[in-house]
């Protein structure tokens, strides 16, 4: 059995993370040696009695190899940090996942990129701001990274799904789970169109602690972290703070002193972040990362124009075509929407979503919808 499988097999051991895979690293045991410990063994290393029990009586290759097989019916690929095409820039990072699970383009894992990231509850602001840079720095070839989350990480993904760049999601469950629901429609367009990654296996779940582990891997990906909107306790504090102990730059967008949705990108300009007043700023940062043509650009719109002119240009579906008509005699909200369609939630976002990647039609506060 490959060495790559085997760490594979490690990581889906329910229980066994980061620091314990490298224990079993550091001791030799990632061979095929691995099959002939006992309970004993794995005691030795400090992983606890009924984890180690189990790797003693159920860690086999056939059982490795039916979690590989799961992987592929799910449509799901695996890069380990032995390979070759595992990210360059994360594998720098600390404490980089020794496994990542994808959908989508690997490749965008090892383009220059830039995470964005704020409050799950955004202003119209902050909202705006994150639609133009997002769209701005993936028109200038900058992948965007974010964590697939409510508000600005939302905002971010579809705005840069428009353009060269593309966008990179990190969740914090496994491939098979989507978290928070909603955003199923939008996770299933960045597989198409871009990259989904997680460090965790099929079938984990949400939950609150897994979450500054992903925001590691937002960090590490990039070569800045953009906080575009966040309060003094916002989760994108965290990002911001991995990026710094990976070396990375960090730049915050300034908001009103009024807002309190602007205090933690305002704490962090004045603890010495890089102001960001437009795209311009952050592609001067990165001009030796960028083919001439878009760096020379720095962040001018034109070219984004003409790729939101594009999108306006094609061929909407007979759905699409649907509610983008019901839409002209609009703005209507939502719940309007689900009346005058008769669909369920599920599809009208998704048929939403699809217009809205295609520029036909702007969301508003309040969940308002209208033609552009």
């Known amino acids: 059995m490959e060495t790559r499988e085997l760490l594979i097999g490690f990581n889906e051991v329910e229980g066994i993370g980061w620091k314990t895979i490298d224990r079993i ?96 509850m955004p202003t119209a602001y902050g909202r705006k701001a994150g639609e133009m840079l997002a769209m701005e720095l ?16 939302s905002v971010c993904h579809e705005a840069a799904l428009r353009n060269a760049g593309g966008t990179i999601a990190v969740v914090a469950t496994g491939l098979d789970r989507v978290y928070p629901p909603e955003n199923r429609a939008l996770e299933q367009q960045i597989s198409r169109q871009g990259l989904v990654i997680s460090e965790y296996p099929l079938g984990t779940p949400s939950h609150p602690g897994l979450f500054p582990r992903r925001n590691r ?84 719109t034109s070219e984004a124009t003409r790729e939101e002119d594009g999108f306006r240009e094609k061929k909407l579906t007979s759905e699409e075509s649907h509610l983008y008509h019901i839409l002209h005699q609009g703005p209507f909200t939502l719940d309007e929407l689900l009346l005058r369609t008769g669909w369920d939630f599920g599809h009208l976002h998704s048929v939403l979503l699809s217009l809205i990647i295609k520029k036909a039609v702007s969301q508003l506060p309040g969940a308002i919808y209208k033609v552009i």
């Open 217 to 300: 891997i937002i960090a590490g990906l990039t070569l800045g972290t953009v906080v575009v909107e966040a309060d003094a306790r916002s989760g994108s504090l965290i990002t911001a703070d991995a990026a710094l102990e990976a070396g990375r730059d960090v730049f915050a967008i300034p908001g009103p002193i009024t807002s309190p949705k602007s205090r933690g990108a305002l704490d962090l300009i004045k603890q010495g972040a890089k102001l960001v007043t437009g795209a311009a700023d952050i592609i001067e940062e990165y001009r030796s990362y960028l083919p001439a043509k878009a760096a020379n650009q720095g962040g001018n």
């Open 25 to 120: 690293c550091r001791e030799g045991l990632l061979t095929e040696n691995a099959f002939f410990c006992s309970s004993e063994d794995w005691g030795r290393l400090g992983i606890n009695a009924k984890i180690a029990h189990w790797l003693a009586a159920g860690f086999n290759p056939e059982w490795i190899y039916t979690r590989c097989n799961l992987m592929k019916e799910s449509g799901v690929a695996a890069v380990t940090l032995l390979d070759e095409d595992y990210p360059e820039l994360l594998k720098e990072s600390p404490e980089p996942p020794w496994v990542l699970y994808y959908r989508g383009r690997l490749e965008l894992a090892s383009r220059p990129a830039v995470a964005m990231v704020g409050t799950r």
């Open 138 to 153: 993936s028109a200038a070839g900058l992948t965007v990274v974010s964590g697939l989350a409510r508000g600005i990480d």
